[in-house]
Structure formats: C-alpha cells, structure tokens
C-alpha cells in the first residue's frame, strides 16, 4: 500500500523554526528521491528541495541556507528542518516522489 504521510505543520513567528517530517511506505522511498513542494494561497506550487537516496540535496533559492533536508533510509522517512522563517514561507507542504505525493501539512508564519 503507497503511503505518505506528512507531519509537524503549525503556526510559527518570524524568524522561527518548523520541523516537518514525512513517512513513506517503502515501496515508494526505496531508491527515489525525495522532494518537498509547497503551495501558497493564490499561487502555484512550487519546489522546495529534492534529496538523492545518498544524501545529496538540493534547494530553492528561496529557502537556501535556512532549510536543511535530510533522510533515514532506515525509517523511510525525510526530515525538513525549517529556519529564519518568513511570511513567503506560508504555505501546504507537500511530500513524494515523482509519482506519488502526500496530502500537505500547513505552515502558517505571523509576522
């Protein structure tokens, strides 16, 4: 059965930190990579950052130097650590592959 799962959404002041995190069911995490999307309101959805199974990720100029993605290949899971947040950063966070995707989980920052 494909699941994503997303978790850890909130409300957070400017210049706080989030921690959102995503559980896969294997047969989708096992040698993908993982991607996090987010959708503001009235706005397209748009990528956040991508990470290899080895590791490796990559980032949005947007969030760059202040979010950190990373993955446990053990647990199935990514981990996106959120720092210096601004109100651009409000948004439906979505996690998955380039197939599947998970049901979002909001962040909200008040300025």
């Known amino acids: 059965q494909v699941q994503l799962v997303e978790s850890g959404g909130g409300l957070v002041q400017t210049g706080g930190s989030l921690r959102l995190s995503c559980t896969a069911s294997g047969s989708i995490f096992r040698g993908n990579v993982m991607h996090w999307h987010r959708q503001a309101p009235g706005k397209q959805r748009e990528w956040v950052a991508s990470?290899?199974?080895?590791?490796?990720?990559r980032y949005a100029d947007s969030v760059k130097g202040r979010f950190t993605l990373s993955r446990d290949n053990q647990k199935n899971t990514v981990d996106l650590q959120m720092n210096g947040l601004i109100s651009q950063d409000t948004a439906v966070y979505y996690c998955?592959?380039?197939?599947?995707w998970g049901q979002g989980t909001q962040v909200t920052v008040s300025s």
């Open positions: 998955g592959t380039n197939d599947w």
């Open positions: 990470v290899l199974e080895s590791g490796y990720a």
